[in-house]
């Protein structure tokens, strides 16, 4: 190895040394030190003393009856993934599509409107819908009996209702990001190849199909890669919408169970165990979206 | 994942010590508490004040919520970190006192000291002291709008008949626009007057849940039964909606605790607060829960400092500090001094404030609260989404109180 050579990987290893730390005291770490949690009986009354109990916190999980059950609740946090993604991915394109127009005029300005859901803290967005689910005061009823003479929800009562509430607040919340990487896919197409359709006399459903979805899959495949761990993850607006699990704890989510056990209920191992299968599910998923996606292929080649 | 990664990164990497001798070779201290604003403008007064007659030291107060504070001081004590002083509650002594973060307070404070405090503001658990406490109450009263309630209710039956009179349809669209009563009835905490109206509480002595019982039941029917029978309170009141009702005067009466007075007096409102009302067929008061808040110090801080976390804690816990805040927060103050002093006499509010901590019960301290107050709230919301009846809701509280401290002591 000549010293060019060594220079230029010490070179290479200096550069990358600040980042693995940052990488290892944030990520890789703490994740190991979680394993070890999830494999200890660290509680309340185990916080100091705490041991290796080996599996057992993860039979737990999957066999300890709780209110509402493990798997009911695995059920629903599915349901309101795919739910949320769906409408995400849906109103984003589509707006996209809107937007990239060439004969809309104030681009500027819709688009700013249309991100604003994103802009507004979850916190705030959560507390105001929350208010407009509201029986009697809420906005959502108030127009649903006064504009279409229809009867009013009890949308944070009822179990269905509220869960439908917070999908509502979370589609809201949700669709901009989809729309502004969609956006963004949008203006990278070449647009000879929309002038090359328009010669061959394509329609605009075959140009959708055959140009702008392939061209933008690459983009919005990750993109909804990562919107499905943040929506199976979303703590905030379910914990907020639906005031920590309302009706009944009928509207959590598998984080919501991970949160309640460790920081209400001080069970750090089975909150642990329950992160780390919360991790393999979105790991799994993930590695099966992109490999079926062909999200990594070069999609001009 | 998210959350199991930041508890583990928080435990395990919290390295930036809350307290420390800063840069300017001050002592600096650090008070965590979860007070609202008005609250934390006045304690900043007094912590300036503090620090005029101690060049010294430099103290720092830290808002946090609720949760926030719990779980944040038990990972930052866990790491050997933390602020020194720690201000709540005295029911998260219990959890404290169990991770053993922190210090107990019995030799720290002479007992001529604390003679001179309400001992009911002195939190003793498993025979070691580990809250002072500058405020008494943290409780639930009648709050009144002294325009549209002349005289609050004394029973159950009167405040029927005062919210029926109330409740009204003001502007003739067919909908009620002024209740008689609202309060946040979706959380048992603010169930807990009625429970105990009708006898019941939530656990004994041994710390065991007491929820399937006949005060439960009775509870839960006289709340249906004035929101379904006599409609005198909202179909659906969370705290935001309960509380805006009450401001903008579309309740007469709202059930609120004593940190909420001062705001209403700010926003104009010419309130009065009345004792929850008796129960005629029990002939019991509807008692609330009360709690001391105050101050307890981290087991982590060093013997230097130590010296002055007590200074402090004494100067905030003096006659002065309290007759301050009582003045302007309402809040019941623990300095006997002040407690029995011209002010508090002379106060309508703190009066009945008083009245009503005496017929209130104190707030238990074991961790195991944290379970039975989960259990309470599936059960006590389906009773009123109209799912459960009331004698089964007590008899799922009950059972899943006792499942909840299993898990939680395994």
């Known amino acids: 190895m000549n010293t060019n050579t060594l220079r230029h990987r010490l070179y290479v290893f200096v550069l990358v040394v600040p980042a693995f730390i940052v990488l290892f005291g944030v990520v890789i770490y703490p994740f190991f030190y979680n394993v070890v949690i999830s494999l200890s009986n660290m509680n309340l009354r185990h916080i100091r003393d705490w041991r290796i109990v080996g599996l057992d916190q993860y039979v737990k999980v999957f066999t300890e009856p709780s209110q509402p059950d493990f798997y009911a609740v695995f059920l629903k946090t599915v349901i309101w993934t795919v739910v949320n993604l769906l409408f995400h991915v849906v109103i984003g394109v589509f707006l996209a599509l809107v937007l990239n127009q060439k004969e809309i005029r104030g681009k500027a300005i819709f688009r700013a409107i249309l991100i604003l859901p994103w802009a507004v803290p979850q916190l705030i967005v959560a507390l105001t819908w929350r208010g407009m689910f509201n029986y009697e005061y809420g906005a959502i009823n108030l127009i649903l009996t006064q504009w279409f003479g229809l009867p009013a929800v009890q949308w944070l009562k009822q179990p269905l209702e509220a869960f439908i509430a917070v999908i509502i607040a979370n589609v809201w919340l949700g669709f901009p990001f989809m729309m502004v990487i969609a956006l963004g896919a949008l203006q990278s197409i070449p647009q000879e190849l929309y002038e090359a359709a328009d010669i061959d006399g394509a329609s605009w459903y075959h140009k959708l199909k055959n140009i702008t979805i392939p061209l933008i899959r690459p983009v919005m495949v990750p993109a909804i890669t990562l919107g499905t761990i943040w929506t199976f993850n979303n703590l905030n607006i379910v914990w907020l919408v639906s005031n920590a699990g309302e009706p009944s704890d009928q509207t959590h989510l598998l984080v919501s169970f991970v949160y309640k056990a460790a920081f209400n209920f001080y069970r750090y191992g089975y909150g642990a165990a329950l992160s780390i299968v919360i991790f393999f599910i979105l790991l799994a998923f993930s590695l099966v979206f992109m490999r079926s996606s062909k999200a990594t292929e070069n999609v001009y080649s | ?410």
């Open chain 2, 1 to 410: 994942m998210a959350i199991g990664a930041g508890l583990c990164l928080l435990l395990s990497v919290l390295a930036v010590p809350a307290c420390r001798r800063s840069d300017d070779g001050k002592v600096r201290i650090t008070i965590w508490h979860q007070d609202r604003i008005e609250i934390r403008m006045m304690l900043q007064r007094q912590l300036d004040r503090f620090m005029q007659l101690h060049p010294e030291v430099k103290v720092e107060q830290l808002f946090k919520e609720t949760e926030e504070l719990r779980s944040g001081f038990i990972i930052a004590a866990l790491a050997g970190q933390g602020p020194e002083i720690v201000y709540g509650p005295s029911d998260q002594v219990g959890p404290f006192e169990m991770m053993n973060i922190i210090l107990p307070l019995e030799d720290l404070f002479q007992k001529d000291w604390l003679a001179g405090y309400d001992p009911r503001a002195v939190t003793w658990y498993k025979g070691h002291l580990y809250q002072v406490a500058d405020k008494l109450g943290n409780h639930l009263t009648l709050v009144y709008n002294k325009k549209l309630v002349p005289v609050p209710p004394q029973t159950d039956e009167e405040l029927i008949a005062v919210g029926k009179q109330l409740t009204a349809d003001t502007n003739g669209d067919g909908k009620i626009d002024r209740y008689g009563l609202t309060w946040n009835y979706t959380e048992p905490f603010f169930f807990i007057p009625f429970m105990t109206g009708f006898g019941g509480w939530i656990m004994d002595d041994q710390g065991r849940p007491t929820l399937d019982s006949r005060g439960t039941i009775g509870g839960l029917e006289f709340i249906k039964r004035i929101r379904d029978v006599e409609k005198i309170i909202p179909n659906e009141a969370d705290y935001n909606i309960a509380d805006i009702l009450f401001k903008d005067g579309n309740a007469g009466m709202i059930i609120n605790g004593d940190w909420s007075w001062a705001g209403y007096l700010k926003a104009g409102l010419d309130i009065g607060v009345a004792p929850l009302p008796k129960i005629t067929s029990t002939g019991l008061w509807c008692g609330t829960m009360v709690s001391p808040k105050g101050f307890s110090i981290n087991v982590n801080v060093t013997e230097t400092k130590k010296r002055w976390v007590l200074e402090l804690i004494r100067f905030l816990m003096s006659e002065g500090s309290q007759l301050e805040a009582t003045k302007e927060l309402f809040t019941m103050p623990t300095c006997l001094a002040v407690q029995h002093g011209d002010f508090v006499r002379d106060n309508e509010i703190l009066r009945n404030s008083q009245i009503q901590i005496d017929h209130g019960r104190p707030m238990p301290v074991v961790p195991e609260l944290r379970a039975i107050w989960d259990a309470m709230r599936p059960s006590y919301q389906s009773v009123l989404a109209g799912t459960m009846t009331a004698e089964q809701a007590a008899r799922e509280m009950q059972a899943l109180a006792l499942r909840r401290i299993k898990e939680m002591n395994e």
